[in-house]
């Protein structure tokens, strides 16, 4: 049975950083290319950032570039999210991601790309 626990979230101050973790088990993790996603309320599910199965090719949305760093190391079966200079508007419920692929191609933003979803970390950010 696959499992994907989120870690890390909380309420900073805009400015601030946090690093989300996603703890998988019961799938071949490095065959996985793996995925943040989040949802505030009232609006849909927003694909944030990818990362292939090795690590060496990383997709952002526009609107987390240069702020937010997606890693993962393998042998931990673990995926991060490394945020800074948080805004209020990254205000969400963030869920990591697996695919059934090991890149993660154009359609790394569409949520019908990935197969397993954890449950969610929510981060809230003041202003």
């Known amino acids: 049975q696959v499992q994907l626990v989120e870690s890390g979230g909380g309420s900073v101050q805009a400015g601030g950083s946090l690093r989300l973790s996603c703890a998988a088990s019961g799938l071949t993790f490095d065959d996985a290319a793996m995925g943040w996603f989040r949802q505030a309320p009232g609006k849909e599910r927003e694909g944030v950032s990818c990362?292939?199965?090795?690590?060496?090719?990383?997709y952002y949305a526009d609107s987390v570039k240069g702020r937010f760093t997606i890693s993962r190391d393998n042998a931990k079966k673990t995926l991060y999210l490394q945020m800074n200079s948080l805004k209020p508007e990254d205000t969400a419920m963030y869920y990591c991601?697996?695919?059934?692929?090991?890149?993660?191609?154009?359609?790394?933003?569409?949520?019908?790309?990935?197969?397993?979803w954890g449950q969610g970390t929510q981060v809230t950010v003041s202003s």
């Open positions: 990362i292939s199965r090795g690590g060496g090719t990383t």
């Open positions: 991601a697996a695919a059934r692929r090991p890149s993660c191609g154009v359609s790394y933003g569409n949520a019908l790309t990935y197969s397993y």
